[in-house]
């Protein structure tokens, strides 16, 4: 079973706009994290929020997680071409690891 | 480098041959697990692992063997590979505590015909 659920399941923006992401999830977590796939290629690790943070900064990069809602945002601000890639964000719970989420595709066009 | 490290990256075979990809990290993380991509699905978990010599199902375990028989290792067994196979999979590991980022290798693309 999934564990997040991206949304929009697509994204298409310009090049200086901010792209925002968002993640749903089941069941409780531990942390959830963020990963970008660019296409074919393997998973590379974004960012981390733990269950008991509510905001992460990291670069241009800005996560929130509501465990209240079992929801989180990536906000990516000021885009670039070269951040065109799959975006998915993924549960952490028991042993089980990570669980991911089907993802978002997120084009930023020059 | 720290890295996970998978081969074949592709690899075309036939309904029933016996196929075996491996996957291999060198930080010294207890974790390993397995997943598999198709379009419009996301990552699905295959099997994971723990430890040396403990794995587990993950959600698609069906048609799938692994072994762990030590840290660095954790190779995906086909016993008898079918169409619905076909697919991208990757490797991943990550420490101890499943609260960290796990690295992923570059992945390995299935065709079973």
């Known amino acids: 079973s999934q564990q997040g659920e991206e949304d929009p399941q697509a994204l298409s923006i310009q090049e200086g706009e901010n792209a925002t992401m968002n993640c749903s999830y089941k069941?409780?977590?531990?942390?959830l994290q963020w990963y970008r796939q660019n296409s074919g290629r393997g998973l590379v690790h974004l960012i981390l929020i733990r269950s008991n943070e509510r905001e992460k900064h990291s670069g241009r990069l800005r996560v929130t997680l509501d465990t209240s809602k079992k929801s989180s945002s990536l906000l990516i601000t000021a885009s670039r071409a070269a951040d065109t890639a799959s975006y998915f964000c993924a549960g952490s719970g028991s042993a089980r690891q990570l669980t991911f989420g089907s993802g978002t595709q997120l084009t930023v066009l020059p | 480098e720290a890295q996970v490290t998978q081969n074949p990256r592709y690899l075309i075979t036939v309904t029933g041959k016996k196929l075996t990809v491996t996957c291999s990290q060198n930080m010294n993380h207890e974790y390993m697990s397995w997943y598999r991509q198709d379009p419009g699905l996301g990552l699905r978990q295959i099997y994971y692992s723990m430890n040396v010599e403990v794995t587990d199902k993950g959600d698609v375990p069906e048609g799938y063997k692994v072994s762990r028989k030590e840290k660095r290792n954790f190779p995906l067994i086909l016993e008898s590979p079918s169409p619905n196979q076909t697919s991208l999979y990757f490797c991943?590991?990550?420490?101890?505590?499943?609260?960290?980022?796990?690295?992923f290798g570059q992945g390995t693309r299935l065709t079973v015909v």
């Open positions: 069941t409780s977590i531990n942390n």
């Open positions: 991943a590991s990550s420490s101890r505590q499943s609260y960290t980022e796990a690295f």
